[in-house]
């Protein structure tokens, strides 16, 4: 063991170095997980250089392997894969450099990604953040949109293109951020939160248009997808083509296939809404109308009813039957009149036939006692008595004097 | 008989003096009435057409009050 250096006795460069070399020597070999940054073949030298990233954290390693380890068969290495490395720390003392020397580089497949997604998806699942109880409706016509999306990516331009054009009122608000690699998780998260908390923002569209599973990894992202589920307002997501599902399509209130798609779903569309409204209102109008030219036409039909329209038919029957019975009655009347002028006639006649008064005229008279008795018998009258002769001139009142009465 | 004086929005509703006018018209048709009785129900009929007339014009009225905004577009 050297002794512990110190100014006085400082370690040489190599000392050090070795000390390092050792150290580092005791990590022994790991399998390490990353994604292929960098890859560098110099010509057919033995050596092969890559910089392994971490697949969350902003930080990498290189590594250096040999030819043979980097070309194996099936592997297909090329930048940007996810691959599993065996490896042992190497501390090259000649530059005092450190790196991983990797003895064996497995390509996380496909599999293995979509086997990871799955594992997190079940969790979820299980936890009940997909449950449809869940999914919030959209708003009919949000006044603002939120967006999440890559600067001027054309994600962003088919959202907004095709809702302003749908609805001309709507206005954005835009968070434009990574929307591939490590960071993009964390900054369509922040986005989000920003976002929500923002009152006026209605409904949030997070959009990207297709990609790769890996470029799509961070919308499968755990924390991502649990910042979907704790978002009050409600989100749409349009990432990937139509057929790629990432699991944030699974939380979110409202799937869309595209970004164009996204846009049809969060604004109506005003042509379509306008043309509806008035159809409603002329289908009212016609109800209405055709309702009052109905009434109308009852109306019309009573009026012309003989016992409104002519209400003088009433009179004219009673009229003949008065007029009728005014001619009988005339006629009966006039029958008795002429009858009882007869009658007269006769009677007068009778009268006159019996009456003294013509006998009179021819110079006779009547004589009648005080109580208007008819004399017929000088014996029924007493002497002196008074009598009442009718002449035809007129009357004379006399008293019976019997001077030289016979007998 | 019935009291004509006219109150500037007459209480009975349409629907009350249309079926009340059905009544009399059918009642005339009927006869058998005294002249009295015929009078008088025709007088009312006369009276409750105006009313249903009444109401309809209001009704057209108002539909055309709101029929500008139509001509608009």
């Known amino acids: ?407 | 008989m019935s009291n004509t004086e006219q109150t500037d929005e007459p209480t009975t509703t349409y629907e009350q003096a249309r079926e009340e006018l059905a009544d009399v018209v059918r009642r005339l048709e009927a006869g058998g009435l005294t002249l009295e009785e015929s009078l008088a129900l025709w007088e009312r009929g006369e009276e409750l057409a105006t009313l249903c007339q009444h109401w309809l014009d209001r009704a057209r009225e108002r539909l055309a009050a709101a029929a500008p905004a139509d001509d608009e577009d």
Request: overall charge positive; some cysteine.
């Open chain 1, 1 to 407: 063991m050297t002794a512990p250096s110190s100014p006085e006795a400082p370690w040489p460069v190599r000392t050090v170095a070795r000390k390092v070399a050792e150290w580092i020597g005791r990590l022994g070999e790991v399998w390490v997980e990353g994604q292929v940054a960098q890859l560098s073949r110099r010509g057919n030298a033995a050596t092969v250089f890559l910089t392994l990233r971490d697949p969350v954290a902003d930080l990498s390693v290189p590594v250096t392997c040999h030819r043979d380890v980097a070309d194996r068969p099936g592997l297909e290495l090329s930048e940007g894969a996810r691959v599993l490395v065996r490896a042992r720390p190497d501390y090259y003392v000649a530059r005092g450099s450190f790196s991983l020397r990797a003895t064996e580089i497995r390509a996380v497949g496909l599999g293995e990604l979509l086997a990871r997604i799955e594992r997190i998806r079940q969790l979820l699942a299980a936890e009940g953040l997909f449950d449809v109880v869940r999914k919030r409706s959209l708003p009919f016509a949000p006044a603002v949109v939120g967006v999440i999306t890559g600067r001027d990516s054309a994600a962003e331009r088919d959202v907004l293109v095709t809702a302003r054009r749908r609805w001309p009122a709507v206005r954005f608000a835009m968070h434009n951020c990574a929307v591939q690699g490590p960071q993009a998780a964390a900054n369509v998260i922040e986005g989000l939160r920003k976002l929500d908390a923002d009152v006026s923002v209605e409904v949030i569209v997070v959009a990207r248009g297709g990609g790769s599973v890996e470029d799509l990894l961070p919308f499968s992202d755990e924390g991502l997808v649990r910042a979907i589920a704790a978002c009050r307002t409600p989100v749409v997501t349009a990432v990937g083509h139509e057929t790629d599902t990432t699991l944030v399509d699974h939380v979110a209130d409202v799937r869309a296939a595209t970004p164009t798609d996204a846009a049809h779903r969060i604004v109506p569309e005003i042509g379509e809404q306008r043309r509806l409204v008035e159809g409603l209102r002329a289908r009212a109008r016609h109800l209405i109308t055709t309702r009052v030219e109905q009434q109308e036409r009852w109306l019309e039909s009573v009026r012309t009813r003989p016992v409104l329209a002519n209400p003088e038919r009433l009179l004219h029957g009673r009229a003949d039957d008065v007029a009728q019975l005014r001619t009988r009655a005339r006629r009966t009347v006039v029958h008795r009149v002429e009858g009882a002028e007869r009658d007269l006639e006769h009677a007068r006649a009778r009268v006159a036939a019996l009456s003294p008064a013509a006998t009179l005229d021819r110079g006779y008279a009547v004589v009648q006692r005080a109580d208007g008795a008819l004399v017929r018998d000088p014996a029924e009258v007493a002497d002196g008595e008074r009598l009442r002769v009718r002449v035809s001139g007129g009357r004379l009142d006399v008293r019976v004097d019997r001077e030289d009465e016979e007998p």
